[in-house]
């Protein structure tokens, strides 16, 4: 097994607000290695955005607190202080946002945009020079008329167009990870699978390790080698992608199976879902967060579980469900298929 | 456990709680209702104590002063200063100019003028901004052309400037528009000068906020059942427009009070034998040398109130959009507790 | 953009129409009051307004009146009657120290409202700010004539540092033109400098949670680099155009005031004295010089925002 070459160790963000302290990201550790793509999947307001954001030092504010350890390689960054972290973005980790309308500078022709990040981090680069290898980039990701492209402004491309050109820009200093927050959210649905399979022909052919956040498993299905699933600012369950979709161990993964609509099966009698909402961080309730919205909660739930590995046979696939592996493997399915129990 | 937000806590009620904590703005709004308690006691004062009225003229009158007799005008022309209660609240500021009238009596008189025609040319610019935006910003099309074109052509006009000749005609002239008609020295041609001009400044966001609120969801479900555009406007829009027009309202007050003293001290606005804190500063500055507090006092009272309009105005703003200045504030508690407790997170584990 | 520029073009001509054709109404047709007596001034003798009812042909229809009005004000005919001269011509004689007045005030709001707003946003939240917010809106609530009159109280008679009022023209002594501008300048720019700090201010706090600005943090740019490449240059946007609207503004006379108090001889003064002897003439012919002024420059303020912000020349192409 190599290196990792980026480790999570139980990084924890906290933000002070009018109404409180709010633990956005609550213990989440994972490693990242060459070429693996890790997919963190969640709801709105699980976490996932905000793990992401600290890996790369952007949510560093008066009123954020951040503990845990981040390592890229052996570069601490939870700790790095500005100047570092500016080298290593866009050099060594590039990050793509979700919405590629607002993601750019609306003055600025994209192909300038793009120059900029390269000489951010190699001043010494020619316009020229530079241009030449945004016409380079914008080819690799598929744009085509790239050199008549290259001094459009952001508004005149289409929504996918500048998400390649988003993911254009993140690959110009060809960094060594790339963390793509939600990136086809907002997009069309055909346009999403062609990101995707840009994203994953781009892990394949340039051993570039990913970290995916998303809220939709069918996008995960595509892409992922590793799954963590978020829950509250917590990870609840994480193993591979068969693990997660063939043999999944927490209440709240079903639910989200279940949630996916699947053409190869026949109609359940009603889409289940999962009942409730996400709760308030401010308001977290006693043991595990999720027993609120959980059909299968019991007593000992009101003691928060640890993640911890239960099946013997997989020591990757952690959960954090009280239920044993044979109750989990009986209440999970609904109507012959893996979800939550439909509502009555 | 329920995760629903308590009934008690509707958006209104948190706005008002944030506006409360801002102790700057409670403490002006406290000024503002100072002054005006200060204005509207002026019949009160008038009457009892300084014994006499805004208009009324003491030149060759003298007053007794801890015994002394007093002119109130000087050989010189000099009017006398602040006796305080010297003379039994009499000349309590002082005389103004060589008319000799009661600076004091003056000062609250003017001050009704002066809040009178601004709450009203406020009042009625934001109804008419309301009914504009509303009209132009729902139907859209040729009304909304129409509506948003005359708004450009009066938002580029020279305001004051056009203002001042408006004022001057009307001064002069009176008014006749039909059936309307207004005398020359109305305290409503001033309050329709300032509205008028200052309708564009409210109607255009409030015409955005229009445009935006009508693509909509519960607006186009609200059509959808049948209702008229007139109950969509008031059931639907009007509503949502609320905080956006409380604050402007405020700050329009203040807006209005300032083009009503800026026109009163040339000439133009309010006309005698009404004053205004605007016309007063007119002869204080003609006495400036002698007398400054003449101009001064006038000018300080127009500030205080325009300030006070101001900071409320502002922390209204605030109050009903959180999300600017919450984060500020969120910012600096932390800064507070950083250090000094371990983080929430960790408590409710056990 | 050349279409651009004709179609502002053409919008202002019809602006300056618009506006003639308020003048007009306003000055012709509202009052009560007969024209002729109101153009004739309150001293007017019955024979003087039977004159000026000839001249401008009251008898006849409206629109032929407009006709005759707008004719005079292009001849260069307006005059007013006390004395007797053509209204153009003072006013071409005010606009030295009109514009002298403006564009030193504007340089001097411009450059310390920006610096305070600047100052403001980048440390929100903080003492600073709180402080240079105060400031600003204690600057918004000053008005002219409360700040005029102490500045002048203190400064002129008082400490007697400077000139009481009235202009020098700077052909005639460049020190003594600076000396009698310096309160005027400070009485003017100290409104606004509240004014454009706020709004820089504000407009920066919303830039700086723009995505893209995220996104220039993280390809790796320094925070100065983001300031001012990103945030400074897209808060500015807004702002120049304000500036532009407010530097036609004052130029058109709305420094009235400043120039009444200071007695400076500007168009603004000009006016005011008008407004004193209820003279209509020069007010009307001034209102006009002002409208054009206005409406010039919010012609060349379209055209520099558009040339700032691209998606308002190329228009916007509905987003895929």
């Known amino acids: 097994m190599s290196e990792p070459l980026l480790s999570v160790q139980d990084l924890r963000v906290g933000f002070a607000t009018e109404e409180g302290v709010v633990q956005a990201v609550d213990g989440v550790s994972f490693d990242l290695r060459p070429s693996e793509v890790v997919a963190i999947v969640g709801e709105s307001g699980s976490g996932k955005s905000v793990t992401a954001q600290t890996i790369i030092g952007l949510t560093r504010a008066n009123n954020a607190r951040i503990e845990g350890s981040v390592k890229l390689g052996a570069v601490e960054l939870t700790s790095a202080d500005d100047a570092e972290m500016r080298k290593l973005r866009g050099e060594r980790i590039a990050m793509v946002f979700q919405d590629p309308m607002t993601s750019f500078n609306p003055v600025y022709r994209l192909g300038d945009q793009i120059v900029e990040a390269i000489r951010a981090h190699r001043p010494d680069t020619s316009k020229r020079a530079g241009k030449e290898r945004v016409v380079e980039l914008f080819e690799a990701v598929g744009i085509p008329n790239a050199e008549r492209r290259v001094d459009d402004y952001p508004h005149e491309f289409s929504g996918g167009m500048r998400q390649r050109a988003m993911i254009a820009m993140a690959l110009a200093r060809e960094p060594e990870v790339l963390i793509a927050d939600e990136p086809t959210t907002a997009l069309d649905v055909t346009i999403q699978a062609q990101i995707l399979g840009l994203i994953e022909q781009l892990n394949r052919e340039r051993n570039l390790a990913t970290i995916l956040i998303t809220h ?99 020591p990757a696939h952690r959960d954090r469900c009280w239920l044993t592996p044979e109750e989990k493997r009986g209440k999970r399915q609904v109507e012959g298929q893996i979800g939550l129990e439909a509502p009555r | 456990m329920s995760t629903e937000p308590s009934a008690e806590r509707g958006p209104w009620s948190l706005a008002l709680r944030r506006f409360l904590r801002n102790r700057l703005a409670v403490a002006f709004l406290g000024l503002f209702v100072l002054i005006v308690v200060f204005v509207l006691a002026a019949p009160l004062w008038a009457d009892h104590v300084a014994d006499t009225g805004p208009n009324q003229e003491h030149t060759v009158e003298q007053i007794t002063v801890d015994g002394e007799k007093k002119d ?21 500021l002082g005389a103004d100019s060589r008319l000799g009238r009661d600076e004091m009596v003056r000062l609250m008189y003017g001050g009704r003028t002066s809040l009178l025609v601004g709450i009203s040319a406020a009042l009625l610019a934001t109804l008419l901004a309301i009914a504009l935006g509303l009209l132009a910003g729902y139907f859209g099309g040729w009304v909304d052309s129409l509506i948003a074109r005359t708004l450009d052509v009066i938002w580029s006009l020279p305001v004051f400037l056009i203002g001042l000749a408006v004022g001057i005609a009307l001064a002069v002239g009176g008014l006749k528009l039909g059936p309307l008609e207004l005398s020359s020295g109305s305290l409503w041609n001033p309050i329709l000068i ?97 007398q400054p507090l003449l101009a001064i006092l006038p000018g300080l009272m127009i500030m205080l109130t325009v300030l006070s309009l101001n900071v409320v105005g502002d922390a209204l703003r605030d109050a009903l959009d959180p999300r600017g200045k919450a984060r500020l504030d969120a910012a600096l508690q932390f800064e507070a507790q950083a250090g000094a407790t371990r983080p929430v997170g960790e408590a409710s584990l056990s | 953009m050349i279409r651009f520029v004709a179609r502002r073009l053409v919008g202002m001509a019809a602006v300056l129409f618009a506006v003639s054709v308020i003048v007009f109404v306003v000055f012709m047709v509202l009052p009560k009051q007969n024209p002729a007596q109101s153009l004739a001034g309150k001293n007017a003798t019955p024979l003087l307004v039977k004159n000026i009812e000839e001249e401008w042909g009251f008898d006849e229809s409206l629109p032929k009146q407009y006709l005759t009005m707008m004719e005079k004000v292009f001849t260069g005919e307006l005059i007013q009657y006390e004395p007797r001269l053509p209204v153009s011509d003072r006013i071409v004689e005010g606009i030295p120290a009109t514009f002298s007045l403006t564009i030193g005030a504007a340089a001097i709001w411009l450059f310390f409202g920006l610096l305070l707003g600047y100052l403001s946003a980048i440390r929100a939240g903080g003492w600073l700010d709180r402080i240079l917010t105060g400031v600003s809106i204690a600057g918004i609530s000053v008005p002219v004539f409360l700040l005029a009159p102490v500045l002048i109280y203190v400064f002129a008679n008082k400490l007697e540092i400077l000139p009481n009022g009235q202009y020098v023209p700077f052909s005639e002594d460049p020190a003594e033109w600076l000396k009698h501008l310096v309160l005027p300048w400070v009485t003017l720019a100290v409104l606004s400098i509240g004014f454009y700090s706020r709004v820089l201010r504000s407009n920066m706090l919303d830039v700086m949670n723009e995505d893209y600005v995220r996104t220039a943090r993280a390809k790796g740019l320094s925070e100065r680099q983001v300031m001012t490449r990103h945030v400074l240059r897209n808060s500015l946007i807004p702002v120049i155009t304000l500036f532009g609207l407010d530097f036609g503004a004052t130029i058109a006379g709305t420094a009235i005031i400043t120039e009444a108090i200071f007695d400076i001889d500007g168009v603004g003064n000009y006016a005011a004295e008008a407004v004193a002897k209820f003279e209509l003439p020069p007010i009307m012919g001034v209102a006009l010089y002002g409208a054009f002024f206005v409406v010039l420059m919010n012609t060349i303020v379209d055209i520099v925002y558009a040339y700032l912000d691209p998606r308002v020349r190329l228009g916007e192409t509905a987003s895929g």
């Not at chain 2, 109130?72 to 009499?90: M, N």
């Not at chain 2, 007050?253 to 800026?262: D, K, P, T, Y």
């Open chain 1, 216 to 314: 939709d498993l069918g996008v995960v299905a595509e892409v992922a080698d590793r799954v963590l699933v978020m829950y509250a600012g917590k990870v609840v369950e994480e193993g591979t992608l068969d693990e997660i979709f063939y043999d999944p161990q927490h209440p709240y993964t079903w639910g989200l199976l279940g949630s996916l609509t699947r053409l190869d099966r026949p109609r359940p009698h009603r889409l289940p879902q999962i009942a409730g909402s996400p709760p308030s961080l401010l308001e977290l309730p006693e043991g595990c967060p999720f027993r609120p919205r959980c059909p299968h909660e019991f007593s000992k739930c009101t003691q928060y579980p640890g993640l911890e590995a239960r099946l013997a046979d997989s």
């Open chain 2, 72 to 92: 109130v005008v000087s050989v010189e022309g000099k009017p006398i200063g602040p006796q305080w209660f010297g003379a039994g609240g009499k000349f309590f």
């Open chain 2, 194 to 290: 300032i509205s008028i001009f200052t309708v564009p400044y409210i109607a255009r966001p409030i015409r955005g906020e229009v445009l935006s609120l009508s693509q909509k969801e519960f607006v186009e479900a609200a059509i959808a059942q049948g209702a008229s555009p007139a109950r969509v406007m008031f059931t639907e829009i009007l509503p949502n427009l609320a905080s956006t027009v409380i604050v402007f309202f405020t700050l329009m007050i203040a807006n209005s009070m300032l083009f009503e003293a800026g026109l009163s001290f040339l000439g133009a606005g309010v006309q005698p034998p009404n004053s205004s804190w605007g016309t007063m500063i007119t002869v204080g500055v003609e006495l400036l040398r002698i």
